[in-house]
């Protein structure tokens, strides 16, 4: 199994311009979380996903934030415009159930705006 | 939201000695995981344990859920084992039963 992939695994941009991070869950789950990691704040949900549906994204901090998942097999994360305190790790997480089930973490995107 | 705590926030050891993490946690859980942050940043599932003990190598856990803790074991330490461990639950009520909520993490080091 290949396990969460994320893409990019680092970026890079200037203020104000438009960032798009992509997931691919693991095949079968059908859950899929987006996290965020700051100094400030650690580790935070930001918004998940069951059988591609939204279900909480109240962890999403503005609406300079909005996440998709088209398919099955997809997710992304954009922020526009991006602001410097959007640097931070993101990581998507899946898992085949609720509550129950263990989410498994991609390797994050290391996003650094100035 | 339910507190997760954990404890200590920092944890120098020399190679080869043993240790205990802790977890408390305010309410009642569904789900508990514990996880090591590499020094890369990744994630990596060591446990999950809403409940009883289970054992992995070197490492154990425990999680009491009656008394709302659990307990991370590493013996024989080794330097590879540093990095931060986290414990993660979610919560056994309340609306956002999808979301886990993460502790601030124990920094462990590791001497050669």
């Known amino acids: 199994d290949a396990g969460v992939i994320q893409s990019p695994r680092h970026e890079v941009t200037e203020m104000g311009q438009e960032v798009t991070l992509r997931c691919k869950p693991i095949s079968g789950h059908d859950y899929l979380f987006w996290y965020r990691q700051t100094m400030m704040r650690g580790l935070e949900l930001l918004i998940y996903f069951n059988n591609n549906v939204p279900i909480d994204d109240s962890g999403m901090p503005e609406d300079r934030f909005s996440a998709k998942m088209p398919n099955a097999s997809f997710s992304t994360l954009k922020i526009q415009p991006s602001e410097p305190r959007d640097s931070a790790v993101y990581f998507c997480a899946s898992s085949s159930g609720l509550a129950i089930h263990e989410q498994y973490f991609g390797p994050g995107t290391r996003l650094t705006v100035t | ?112």
């Open chain 2, 1 to 112: 939201g339910i507190q997760v705590e954990q404890s200590p926030p920092d944890l120098i050891l020399q190679e080869g000695a043993n240790s205990t993490l802790r977890c408390n946690f305010s309410d009642s859980v569904n789900n508990l995981q514990w996880f090591h942050q590499n020094p890369w940043g990744q994630l990596i599932n060591l446990f999950y344990i809403p409940s009883g003990t289970k054992q992995n190598g070197r490492l154990s856990a425990t999680t009491v859920a009656t008394e709302r803790y659990s307990l991370l074991y590493i013996s024989s330490s080794q330097t590879t084992d540093s990095g931060v461990y986290f414990c993660a639950v979610i919560p056994g009520r309340g609306s956002t039963l999808g979301r886990l909520y993460f502790g601030r993490g124990t920094q462990l080091t590791v001497w050669p």
